[in-house]
Nanobody, 121 residues
Framework: QAQFVESGGGWVEPGGSLRISCVST???????IGWFRQAPGKKRLGVSCINHASGLTNYADSVKGRFSISASTAKNTVWLQMENLKSEDTGVYYCAAVFCDPQHMGDSQNWGQGTQVIVSS
């Protein structure tokens, strides 16, 4: 079973950019990988996912046009490029193996340590 290590988070001002990474360890990259965000005091919600076998992606309405997800099977890595960041993007970002198509993004019960993103001036 794949385990994931997230990295690349940090502090950025509103309007800034950040790219976070998710590396699959212990197994090849599952077909579907999703990014989730948990804001302080709130539930963990799906942000974006990719099925790297089909190339299909899914984005939450709140990040469409600003976030871009990509994957490399050679590097066992999925990235989330985040542009024009807003304060509401603040949270801990987690990745997980999930079902992914343009209409559906699955959930997971297995989580890593996540990577913290803070958007603030």
């Amino acid at each position: 079973q794949a385990q994931f290590v997230e990295s690349g988070g940090g502090w950025v001002e509103p309007g800034g950019s950040l790219r976070i990474s998710c590396v699959s360890t212990g197994a090849t990259l599952p077909y579907g990988i999703g990014w989730f965000r948990q804001a302080p005091g709130k539930k963990r919600l799906g942000v974006s996912c990719i099925n790297h076998a089909s190339g299909l992606t899914n984005y939450a309405d709140s990040v469409k046009g600003r976030f871009s997800i990509s994957a490399s099977t050679a590097k066992n890595t999925v990235w989330l490029q985040m542009e024009n960041l807003k304060s509401e993007d603040t949270g801990v970002y987690y990745c997980a193996a999930v079902f992914c198509d343009p209409q559906h993004m699955g959930d997971s019960q297995n989580w890593g340590q996540g990577t913290q993103v803070i958007v603030s001036s």
